[in-house]
């Protein structure tokens, strides 16, 4: 159970953070060759102005998906470490 909820806490939190970097580095060279990254569709655009969106709008079943499995795995984590032996 332990174990379980262990790979169930960190790999939600660790595929999110891929993710994330992944887009944001996407981002970053657009933005450091002097464009505007167009989140909605992912690509970067040297003539107009795009506002910001955050990832948590661009991907909400992703980060609320990933979050509630994280949470399952520290209660899992938790009923492990207490329970009798």
Known sequence: ???VGLILLVLPCLA?????????????????SGGSFNYS???CDMDNQHPF???MARHPLAVNGGMLVAVLGLFM???GLYRRR
């Open 1 to 3: 159970m332990l174990r």
């Open 16 to 32: 999110l953070m891929a993710g994330f970097m992944y887009e944001q580095s996407s981002v970053n060279d657009c933005l450091s």
């Open 41 to 43: 569709l992912m690509a």
């Open 53 to 55: 969106v955050p990832y």
């Open 77 to 79: 984590c938790i009923f």
